[in-house]
Every structure is written in structure tokens, then in C-alpha cells.
């Protein structure tokens, strides 16, 4: 029987960028679809203008590092980081906020720093906190979820809006924008009201935020398919929502009255985003099986910390960008003992 025998290196080559990229467009749109309809059209026109304001920018900077753009702009990666980063911003956001955040992601947090594969932070992430610190009351201007006795606006009256700045005749920001869950959770508890009291608000449901749950069940879909078709890893998941479910749970058992049910941390805000979309980032997360542990570990827990005890409500883009930076240093004391290698022998 004949053999082919191929010379070294014996290299497997992976699925093409773009391919992957697809995959992840794929598994976030069950949950950009409970976004949408809990929080209206204005989730669907941030993607769109996020996503052009991505392309045009790494269009023009491909062409002042003199590359052409046509293969860099096909791989789809611009239009992933604007996605997660329209994901992240209030629905009612005038036009500028998604553009100037989706170019600051692309310009300053990717291409600068080298394009695709050279960038140390997530440049999604990087974009939503530079502009939460120099916009925040944009940033703030969240819409009530669908349900609540509210004033709502059409597809058209929110497009007006984001290229206009105008609301609609009778319609007043007091009426129909309301605080996150997680906002006034931390609200509330800054003027000494407990947990019970809180969570007769409306705006919770069975397990998070009224809506936000939904969303979040969105996700965890989508990334377990994601993780099912090994385009991410799946203990970077597994260990940020292991260490939140897990600091969650034994300063709720400490204290339930100033701290939610664990369940709440998982099914508000960006958790269950950060995890399975954003904390995989293949380029800035860790890379080796024990480093990728420390990393999800370190991100779950920094959520926990920023959420309860920081200034932003949220703090999962805060948490992935210091475990972006502290990423050389993991890989660094996590390289895998090489195959063959006895310890203490010296070769």
C-alpha cells in the first residue's frame, strides 16, 4: 500500500477569514433581532451606519499605507466590529455617535496599531469607551423596553432623529428614554434602597433586565453555536461566566439585600455579549489553553468589580480592554511545556 509523504512543516490551514467572519455575523443575529424588537428599529440604523462608516474608514487607510483595500474590506471584519459595537450603543443615538465610534475602532484601535491581527485591544471595544467618555449623555439616552407604558417611535421618526437631532412634535426625551436595569440598579442603591424594593420595578423580568434577558438568551444561542462550530473557543466563555456567576453569587449570599439574584449579572447588559463575542477575539485574547482560563476569569470578575462598585453600570468593555493589556503577560507564564520536555533537564 502507497502512502502520500509530504515534506515539513505539517500545517493545517484554517477556515479563511471571511468564512469566519460570516459564521459570527450569522450567530449574532438572534440576538440583534430580540434587540430590535424590544428597543426598536434605531439597533438596526447604528448597525448600518457603524458598518459604513467602518468600510470608508479602512478604505481610506488602506490607501495611506498604500495596500489594496479590496481584500482587507472583504473578510468582513470591519463590518463585525462595527456590528458589536452598534450592539453596544443606545438605539435612539444620533448619526455621528455610531460613525465616530466605529472610526475610532477601525483608525485608531486597528489599523494604526498594523490592521487585522496586529491590534492589542478590540477595537470594538475601544471604540464604545471612547465615546461613553466624551459623549455620556448620549451614551445614557436609552429607549424602555417594548411592554412598558411608554411613547415610542416608528422606523421613520427614528431614522428623522439620528440624521436630524430632532424628536417628533409631542415627544419629550423625559417620555420615552428610561435608565438600563443595571443603571438603576446602581442608582437605587446609592440612595439606600434595598434589592426587594428595586426589583418591583418594572423593568425587571424572570432572570435580568425586562428585554435585556431576551437579548441575552440571543447571544448565548448564538455563541454556542459559535462554540459548537469551533470558531471560538470555548473555555474563554466558560470562565467569564463561571467567575461572574461565581463573585455574583457569594456577594449575593453575603448580602441579597444589596446585591441582585446572580442570575441578574448573567441577563443584563452586555454579559453574555462580552462573553462569547468580544472576549474571543482571537488577535487580542489570550492564546494558550491555561492563559485563555486566567483571561475569561479575569474579565468575569472585573465585571463584577466595575458593575458594583465603579462609576459605568455596566464595565464589560472596561474589563475586556485591561485583560487585552495584561494579555502578553498571561501568555507569557502559560506557554505549554513543549512535547518531549523533561522538567529539570537541561537540553
Known amino acids: 500500500m502507497n502512502f502520500k509523504i509530504a515534506t515539513a512543516p505539517h500545517v493545517v490551514h484554517g477556515p479563511p477569514v471571511a468564512r469566519i467572519m460570516r459564521q459570527v455575523i450569522y450567530a449574532l443575529i438572534p440576538g440583534t433581532l430580540a434587540m430590535s424588537w424590544f428597543f426598536g ?24 499605507r498604500r495596500r489594496d ?53 478590540n477595537p470594538a471595544m475601544a471604540g464604545y469607551c471612547a465615546l461613553i467618555v466624551s459623549f455620556p449623555v448620549e ?22 432623529f439620528s440624521f436630524n437631532g430632532q424628536l417628533p412634535a409631542g415627544f419629550s426625551w423625559d417620555a420615552i428614554t428610561q435608565a438600563t436595569p443595571l443603571d438603576r440598579m446602581t442608582t437605587e442603591l446609592s440612595m439606600m434602597h434595598t434589592m426587594e424594593e428595586i426589583r418591583a420595578s418594572p423593568l425587571w423580568g424572570s432572570l435580568g433586565g425586562r428585554g435585556w434577558e431576551w437579548a441575552a438568551n440571543g447571544y448565548l444561542l448564538g455563541g454556542l453555536w459559535l462554540a459548537y462550530r469551533r470558531i471560538i473557543d470555548w473555555r474563554i466563555p466558560t470562565a467569564v461566566i463561571g467567575s461572574l456567576l461565581a463573585m455574583a453569587s457569594a456577594y449575593y449570599f453575603a448580602d441579597p439585600d444589596t446585591h441582585p439574584f446572580p442570575a441578574f449579572h448573567l441577563f443584563s447588559g452586555g454579559a453574555m455579549l462580552g462573553a462569547f463575542f468580544i472576549a474571543t477575539d482571537p488577535v487580542s485574547a489570550s492564546t494558550t489553553p491555561l492563559g485563555r482560563w486566567i483571561y475569561g476569569a479575569g474579565i468575569g470578575v472585573l465585571i463584577f468589580i466595575l458593575r458594583s462598585f465603579g462609576a459605568y453600570p455596566d464595565g464589560v468593555a472596561f474589563a475586556v480592554l485591561l485583560m487585552n493589556a495584561a494579555v502578553p503577560l498571561i501568555d507569557r507564564y502559560t506557554v505549554p511545556r513543549p512535547f518531549g520536555h523533561r522538567r529539570g533537564k537541561r537540553a
Open 41 to 64: 428599529p434605531g439597533v438596526l440604523i447604528n448597525i448600518a451606519i457603524a458598518s459604513a462608516a467602518a468600510l470608508v474608514s479602512e478604505a481610506a487607510m488602506l490607501k495611506l
Open 69 to 121: 483595500p479590496l481584500v482587507p474590506l472583504s473578510d468582513g471584519s470591519a463590518v463585525v466590529c462595527a456590528w458589536l459595537l452598534a450592539l453596544a450603543l443606545p438605539p435612539l443615538a444620533p448619526w455621528w455617535l455610531p460613525a465616530v465610534g466605529a472610526v475610532f475602532a477601525i483608525v485608531i484601535a486597528k489599523q494604526l496599531f498594523g490592521g487585522i491581527g496586529y491590534n492589542i485591544f
Open 139 to 160: 451614551m445614557t439616552r436609552w429607549l424602555p423596553p417594548r411592554g412598558l407604558p411608554a411613547e415610542s417611535m416608528g422606523f421613520l421618526e427614528t431614522l428623522f
